[in-house]
């Protein structure tokens, strides 16, 4: 079983729609990442979370530290959202702060 | 000015074959990365280096080394490459908890 797993693999959504991507893990962290992978392109961090909530335009990530659960929110989705989503975590103690990753959501957003 | 670049950004080599690729981050970060992004999309952290400290993940063969020559630069070199190398190889630069990625690149080996 991966240390960190993400649910739904794919998720297909109309434009407009509100999109939760959801991520648990199963090891202690510092600190966890959404990351977003459009395809054939790079990645791009979209937020670091050690505690609450953050906001950043139609993204909303939360986590849950006792629950060791963090969801990825995007309201109003639109097309240009459609990419992969990766959750990942620096391992608390681990080796230099490097993140273990999720398997990814892709997302695929209609007009 | 690209804050995490990587050269080339496709590498397309034939077996057997040894072939570098290059890293270089300008943010002043003090730990950089190599991960590798497999066909089914999967990173996985390869190695870490940090004052001159290298952490080497076990999974990975001794064909991959790399080579820090200074604080801003990480590159990753191959040798004897075999076809299950072919992914997308992920340089990152880190600064307390801010991860900045470079674009990529993809090697395949035929």
């Known amino acids: 079983k991966n240390e960190v797993e993400q649910s739904p693999q794919n998720l297909t959504a109309q434009e407009g729609e509100f999109i939760t991507i959801n991520c648990s893990y199963s090891?202690?962290?510092?600190?966890l990442h959404w990351l977003q992978q459009h395809p054939g392109g790079g990645i791009v961090s979209l937020f670091m979370?050690?505690?609450g909530k953050k906001k950043h335009g139609r993204l909303i990530a939360t986590i849950n530290i006792q629950e060791k659960h963090s969801s990825l929110h995007i309201t109003a989705s639109h097309p240009r959202d459609s990419a992969v989503y990766i959750c990942a975590v620096q391992n608390y103690g681990g080796s230099q702060g490097n993140l273990i990753f999720g398997k990814g959501t892709k997302l695929s957003v209609k007009p | 000015d690209t804050a995490v670049s990587q050269t080339p950004k496709y590498l397309v080599t034939q077996m057997g074959n040894d072939k570098s690729i290059k890293c270089e981050q300008n943010l002043g970060h003090d730990t950089m990365y190599w991960y590798k992004q497999d066909s089914k999309k999967f990173l996985k952290i390869m190695f870490s280096y940090n004052n001159k400290e290298l952490i080497i993940n076990e999974t990975v063969p001794n064909r991959f080394s790399p080579k820090s020559p200074d604080k801003a630069h990480l590159n990753l070199h191959i040798n004897s490459l075999e076809l299950g190398d072919s992914a997308v190889y992920f340089c990152?630069?880190?600064?307390?908890?801010?991860?900045?990625f470079g674009s990529g690149t993809r090697l395949t080996v035929v």
């Open positions: 990152a630069s880190r600064q307390g908890y801010g991860y900045t």
């Open positions: 979370l050690s505690s």
């Open positions: 090891v202690g962290i510092s600190a």
